[in-house]
């Protein structure tokens, strides 16, 4: 498995950071660690959540069983996509371990429901309920996406902060045409984030920062950027 360092360094846009691949001393670029997560997430919903689901419904294990494992599962994925974004675990500091935590306690009150849905019957034990199961391993994207932002927030107080959308080849919603290549303003309502558009937390879509100065002139950092 390679090994990574983050590292700051300059570039035409300001200060930056990357991953660098220690054996090559190649730097990573923000495009290729989501490519990592993708996978990795995507792992995640066969391996774990489309697995435990599977066994819930063939009578391997219990309700309590299957929320717990599935607990333990959603904190994984979440903790790994924040840290991605931060730098690596070692790098995290104070602040994004407690937003980590915020969107892992977001999201076992999601998963409560699943269970209250499943122990009800309101949620059959199908193919319905693995693909609901895989979604919580693929909401990591949001995470990851959700931590980008705020990162950027955080290293630069005080500037107008900028976000546009970059349509995955394989994403086709509405949404994701619709805002593809279009700035818009850090926390504008007329720009939905990646993960909450008719494609869900399936979305591939990647997200680029930027800034706008005061004659309105807007910067992107560049889709390598974090």
Same mark, same amino acid.
């Given at each position: 498995?390679?090994?990574?360092?983050?590292?700051?360094?300059?570039?035409?846009?300001?200060?930056?950071?990357?991953?660098?691949?220690?054996?090559?001393?190649?730097?990573?670029?923000?495009?290729?660690?989501?490519?990592?997560?993708?996978?990795?997430?995507?792992?995640?919903?066969?391996?774990?959540?489309?697995?435990?689901?599977?066994?819930?419904?063939?009578?391997?294990?219990?309700?309590?069983?299957?929320?717990?494992?599935?607990?333990?599962?959603?904190?994984?994925?979440?903790?790994?996509?924040?840290?991605?974004?931060?730098?690596?675990?070692?790098?995290?500091?104070?602040?994004?371990?407690?937003?980590?935590?915020?969107?892992?306690?977001?999201?076992?009150?999601?998963?409560?429901?699943?269970?209250?849905?499943?122990?009800?019957?309101?949620?059959?034990?199908?193919?319905?309920?693995?693909?609901?199961?895989?979604?919580?391993?693929?909401?990591?994207?949001?995470? &990851?996406?959700?931590?980008?932002?705020?990162?950027?927030?955080?290293?630069?107080?005080?500037?107008?902060?900028?976000?546009?959308?970059?349509?995955?080849?394989?994403?086709?919603?509405?949404?994701?045409?619709?805002?593809?290549?279009?700035?818009?303003?850090?926390?504008?309502?007329?720009?939905?984030?990646?993960?909450?558009?008719?494609?869900?937390?399936?979305?591939?879509?990647?997200?680029?920062?930027?800034?706008?100065?005061?004659?309105?002139?807007?910067?992107?950092?560049?889709?390598?950027? &974090?």
């Amino acid at each position: 498995m390679p090994e990574y360092t983050w590292s700051t360094i300059q570039t035409a846009r300001g200060e930056q950071h990357r991953y660098r691949d220690t054996a090559t001393g190649r730097y990573v670029s923000a495009a290729a660690v989501r490519g990592e997560l993708d996978r990795f997430v995507d792992k995640a919903g066969r391996e774990s959540a489309r697995a435990l689901t599977e066994q819930l419904r063939d009578g391997k294990i219990a309700l309590p069983e299957w929320q717990t494992a599935m607990a333990r599962a959603v904190k994984n994925v979440n903790y790994a996509a924040v840290a991605a974004a931060s730098g690596g675990v070692e790098n995290m500091t104070a602040v994004e371990r407690g937003r980590a935590g915020g969107i892992i306690r977001g999201q076992y009150a999601y998963l409560r429901q699943f269970a209250a849905d499943i122990e009800s019957g309101k949620q059959p034990l199908d193919g319905r309920a693995v693909r609901r199961a895989e979604m919580y391993m693929q909401a990591g994207r949001d995470a &990851f996406h959700t931590q980008k932002r705020a990162g950027a927030a955080d290293a630069m107080p005080g500037q107008r902060l900028m976000v546009r959308s970059h349509r995955h080849r394989g994403d086709s919603c509405r949404t994701c045409i619709a805002l593809n290549g279009k700035w818009f303003a850090m926390g504008d309502p007329e720009y939905i984030p990646v993960g909450h558009r008719e494609c869900n937390v399936s979305c591939r879509c990647d997200e680029e920062l930027g800034t706008m100065d005061i004659d309105g002139i807007i910067t992107g950092l560049g889709r390598s950027s &974090f």
